[in-house]
């Protein structure tokens, strides 16, 4: 079997915007292959719309450099972007203009057209969850229809990458299941997705590995299987009678935090039912007992060194 390309490639990438300021992003190196999402996260200011507007060729590397499919982003930009869509944070078409029309302008503008193209143009609006709203002024759109339009946009030319700003923001809880069920199938018919979203969760559901991103600087990049094998479970505890017998007992379980008549045991080492049989013969009365698993807003948080 051949390896899997790496089709979006960022090599020791760096961006300053100015030479008193510090780095955006700062020797970051990571790839997206095909039939593979690669999720970043990090807090606003970390970097990640310096990384996709880079890698879409809006702006420069100041040192480093960016791959698409072999292409030199800046040396061979034709060549880099003719397969590659990006849907921008904050979409902006022109107001007055209908979807449908819009579209076929835009596929003009890069070189598609022909009799079909209206038609795939009509498919295309429809894929994104549009359908019925082509003879729409793009202006009347609601913030997460113009993230619809956008990714039809972004779709124009087939491509085999996504650049993708935070396509969930500005979507209902129907549009982000709507969004997450197209870009699995954008998945598995190959495409490279580098997606960015504050939405951690959804990040989670569909990923293949996540990139943490904290002051311009790549901390982790790490299948989310890995991620699961390694992430802290606890056992939160709520006992009506604490005393210091039932401390020490907890403490020899686990790292225990200790507030008013709740317990938290970091990295249990036994079972729930264990935990509990020892406090009950200790004359503890446990009013609740729960395992709870970190999810990656957990992960996300211990990575870069801060609380929940």
């Given at each position: 079997?051949?390896?899997?390309?790496?089709?979006?490639e960022?090599?020791?990438?760096?961006?300053?915007?100015?030479?008193?300021?510090?780095?955006?992003?700062?020797?970051?190196?990571?790839?997206?292959?095909?039939?593979?999402i690669?999720?970043?996260?990090?807090?606003?200011?970390?970097?990640?719309?310096?990384?996709?507007?880079a890698?879409?060729?809006?702006?420069?590397?100041?040192?480093?450099?960016?791959?698409?499919?072999?292409?030199?982003?800046?040396?061979?930009?034709?060549?880099?972007?003719?397969?590659?869509?990006?849907?921008?944070?904050?979409?902006?078409?022109?107001?007055t203009?209908?979807?449908?029309?819009?579209?076929?302008?835009?596929?003009?503008?890069?070189?598609?057209?022909?009799?079909?193209?209206?038609?795939?143009?009509?498919?295309?609006?429809?894929?994104?969850?549009?359908?019925?709203?082509?003879?729409?002024?793009?202006?009347?759109?609601?913030?997460?229809?113009?993230?619809?339009?956008?990714?039809?946009?972004?779709?124009?030319?087939?491509?085999?990458?996504?650049?993708?700003?935070?396509?969930?923001?500005?979507?209902?809880p129907?549009?982000?299941?709507?969004?997450?069920?197209?870009?699995?199938?954008?998945?598995?018919?190959?495409?490279?997705?580098?997606?960015?979203?504050?939405?951690?969760?959804?990040?989670?559901?569909?990923?293949?590995?996540i990139?943490?991103?904290?002051?311009?600087?790549?901390?982790?990049?790490?299948?989310?299987?890995?991620?699961?094998?390694?992430?802290?479970?606890?056992?939160?505890?709520?006992?009506?009678?604490?005393?210091?017998?039932i401390?020490?007992?907890?403490?020899?379980?686990?790292?225990?935090?200790?507030?008013?008549?709740?317990?938290?045991?970091s990295?249990?080492?036994?079972?729930?039912?264990?935990?509990n049989?020892?406090?009950?013969?200790?004359?503890?009365?446990?009013?609740?007992?729960?395992?709870?698993?970190?999810?990656?807003?957990?992960?996300?948080?211990?990575?870069?060194?801060?609380?929940?």
């Open positions: 079997m051949e390896p899997e390309a790496e089709v979006i960022y090599q020791a990438f760096s961006k300053r915007y100015g030479r008193r300021e510090a780095p955006a992003v700062e020797g970051l190196t990571l790839s997206v292959k095909d039939g593979e690669l999720g970043l996260v990090g807090l606003n200011g970390a970097g990640k719309t310096t990384m996709l507007r890698a879409a060729g809006l702006i420069y590397p100041s040192s480093g450099n960016i791959r698409l499919n072999g292409h030199d982003i800046v040396r061979e930009k034709i060549h880099a972007s003719a397969s590659t869509g990006i849907v921008p944070e904050f979409p902006n078409f022109e107001p203009a209908r979807s449908l029309d819009l579209l076929e302008y835009l596929g003009g503008y890069n070189g598609l057209g022909g009799d079909g193209f209206p038609a795939l143009s009509q498919a295309l609006l429809a894929r994104v969850g549009l359908a019925g709203c082509e003879r729409r002024r793009v202006g009347t759109f609601s913030q997460g229809m113009k993230k619809r339009f956008a990714l039809a946009a972004a779709l124009l030319a087939k491509p085999r990458n996504l650049l993708l700003d935070e396509i969930l923001n500005g979507l209902d129907g549009g982000i299941r709507f969004v997450r069920r197209l870009l699995l199938e954008l998945k598995a018919e190959g495409c490279a997705i580098l997606l960015s979203s504050h939405i951690l969760s959804e990040v989670e559901s569909v990923a293949d590995r990139a943490v991103i904290h002051h311009g600087r790549l901390l982790e990049c790490i299948p989310l299987k890995e991620i699961y094998a390694s992430r802290e479970v606890r056992l939160r505890l709520t006992i009506r009678n604490p005393g210091p017998d401390a020490r007992y907890l403490s020899t379980v686990g790292e225990v935090h200790n507030e008013g008549n709740t317990f938290t045991v990295q249990p080492r036994q079972e729930v039912w264990q935990v049989h020892e406090l009950v013969q200790r004359g503890a009365e446990v009013a609740e007992i729960r395992t709870e698993t970190e999810d990656l807003e957990g992960y996300f948080f211990r990575t870069i060194g801060e609380e929940l």
